[in-house]
Nanobody
Framework: QVQLVESGGGLVQAGGSLRLSCAAPGRTFSSYAMGWFRQAPGKEREFVSVSWSGGITYYAESVKGRFTISRDNAKNTVYLQMNSLKPEDTAVYYC???????????????????WGQGTQVTVSS
């Protein structure tokens, strides 16, 4: 079992920035694909970004150019730098890990094996 712990959420004004972190304490996850999803009230969980172990990244169109995913395998941590935040970015953000992930399955929650508990991001207008 892989435990994922997110942190870094909070309240920020539109146009501001936040950096989310997702740690996997005591677990080497360098070979895993790591993704971020988000879920707003009353909406389905949606894909945000993914980082494969080889360094390839992919983003949802809604966040491309504003969000950056990165990973520090030595610290077993993946980050999501969020800039130019908009009120529509308000959601609970979840980190997820997958042992095997294709481009097709990367955008679907079902493609991931492990999930964190989520961290709230609220963007005020």
């Amino acid at each position: 079992q892989v435990q994922l712990v997110e942190s870094g959420g909070g309240l920020v004004q539109a146009g501001g920035s936040l950096r989310l972190s997702c740690a996997a304490p005591g677990r080497t996850f360098s070979s895993y694909a790591m993704g971020w999803f988000r879920q707003a009230p009353g909406k389905e969980r949606e894909f945000v970004s993914v980082s494969w172990s080889g360094g390839i990244t992919y983003y949802a169109e809604s966040v491309k150019g504003r969000f950056t995913i990165s990973r520090d395998n030595a610290k077993n941590t993946v980050y999501l730098q969020m800039n130019s935040l908009k009120p529509e970015d308000t959601a609970v953000y979840y980190c997820a890990a997958a042992r095997v992930l294709t481009v097709r399955t990367a955008v679907a929650a079902e493609g991931y094996d492990y999930w964190g508990q989520g961290t709230q991001v609220t963007v005020s207008s």
